[in-house]
């Protein structure tokens, strides 16, 4: 049996591998004897065939992975291992292949064909980066699967905030690791066991990435004030860096959002308190609102926030250049 797990998203794939290897050693090889790993980009046409050969007379199948395969230097190999599988297709063996390469990607020649002969296997699977909306659906997925639930919202902030699957559980796992942390410390313990830990917007914007970069904080104040020449320069540092498009629009959005939330209350005569404590915000980010929000009418930032949508469902649908219209909506800031 061969297998081939490959695409750019390699968290699902390493995932499904995983739980592959975890198969086999619980239902043939617990002592795990029988499973063999080698690194593809590193391998020779001989390592990989030492490795499907039964260790002894008292193996029947082995698990062997094979990882990156089509990195190899060699101009020979690809050919030459096509041979070796076609006549493994059908043995006792399970040969995984796991490769970030993906359909889309032009091979020619040996290449292409090893592709085609593991890419029409029965159990081949292409692992192609998720979607916004299939990424927040991930996030709540993976929430519940640890016993926790993820507001729309914080599903929504934490899928624009994290460039892979990597990063987004690993910052949901120390959010959720601290929300129980928190009720177990503010509750009894009979209470902690049957509460569901609720993750709010809140919590992801106050703990992913070190409390948000020092920078789009600066960003978002230069836009709030209106201050152009600092907001472009921020707004180039930001991009040079490396910045995530949807992290950058994201944190621009949520921020001229909170602004004409707080330029509302503040016309219906609330105070920085008052505020605080209405929106469910931390003091810290009101102060900064209330001093951008003075510098804007209710019109102007809804006007803002609407260029700010487009500008979202431009760049998800890929009809948009972020850097370009931003740099138009902080040049005709007024």
Do not use: C
Not at 51 to 71: D, G, W, Y
Not at 254 to 281: P, T
């Amino acid at each position: 049996m061969i297998i081939f797990l490959y695409g750019p998203d390699d968290f699902r794939a390493k995932r499904k591998l995983n739980e592959l290897k975890e198969k086999f050693r619980r239902e043939i090889n617990k002592t795990g004897t029988d499973l063999a790993e080698i690194d593809g980009e590193k391998a020779t046409l001989r390592d990989i065939n030492e490795l499907i050969a039964p260790a002894s007379l008292f193996s029947k199948k082995r698990m062997v992975v094979v990882e990156n395969i089509f990195l190899n230097k060699s101009t020979s190999i690809f050919g030459e291992l096509a041979k070796l599988l076609i006549k493994e297709e059908k043995g006792e063996n399970i040969i995984i292949f796991r490769d970030s390469i993906a359909k889309k990607d032009k091979l020619t020649g040996p290449k292409a064909e090893l592709f085609k002969l593991l890419s029409g296997q029965k159990y081949s699977q292409e692992f192609l980066n998720l979607s916004r909306s299939d990424l927040i659906k991930w996030v709540k997925s993976e929430a519940l699967a640890s016993e926790a639930e993820v507001s729309p919202e914080a599903a929504t902030l934490l899928s624009a905030l994290s460039e892979n699957l990597w990063q987004a559980k690993n910052e949901l796992e120390k959010i959720i690791a601290f929300k129980k942390a928190s009720l177990l410390l503010n509750s009894s313990e009979e209470k902690n066991a049957s509460t569901p830990v609720m993750i709010e917007e809140q919590d992801v914007y106050n703990m992913v990435r070190g409390k948000l970069d020092t920078n789009i904080f600066s960003l978002t104040d230069a836009i709030g004030a209106g201050n152009k020449g600092q907001a472009l320069k921020l707004l180039e540092e930001q991009i040079e860096s490396g910045a995530a498009e949807t992290y950058l629009l994201t944190m621009i959005l949520r921020q001229f959002k909170i602004i004409l939330r707080i330029r509302d209350a503040l016309d219906s005569g609330g105070n920085g308190r008052s505020i605080a404590s209405s929106l469910k915000l931390h003091p810290f980010i009101v102060q900064k609102g209330i001093s951008q929000a003075r510098f804007f009418s209710p019109k102007i930032l809804k006007k803002i926030l609407s260029r700010l949508v487009r500008m979202d469902y431009e760049l998800k649908t890929g009809q948009g250049d972020l850097k370009t219209g931003l740099t138009m909506l902080i040049a005709g800031l007024k």
